[in-house]
């Protein structure tokens, strides 16, 4: 059962990120696979990525440094990081 939570956590967190980023940028939802590269892909500016940033931590109530920022290359790694700290949060 706990399975089940993880994965219907982690497909729910998904689909609020892709919402998030196609109302910043303009694109189409459908484009966003978890091997899309956020910025260079969807051609997301400096601006729109800091929104785009802003929102999310919002939204999770995360605070997001430079580093960790360095190192979320593709929107599946983005996934991964707001999933991991939504479950350390608790």
Request: glycine share 6%; with cysteine.
């Amino acid at each position: 059962m706990a399975v089940n939570s993880s994965v219907e956590g982690i497909d729910c967190i998904e689909s609020e990120l892709k919402h998030i980023i196609g109302e910043f940028s303009r694109c189409r939802i459908s484009r966003i696979k978890a091997t899309t590269r956020v910025r260079d892909d969807l051609g997301i500016d400096s601006f729109t990525a800091l929104e785009i940033l802003i929102a999310i931590e919002n939204k999770y109530v995360l605070k997001i440094t430079e580093n960790e920022i360095s190192k979320l290359l593709t929107f599946g790694d983005l996934v991964d990081f707001v999933y991991h700290q939504t479950i350390r949060k608790g």
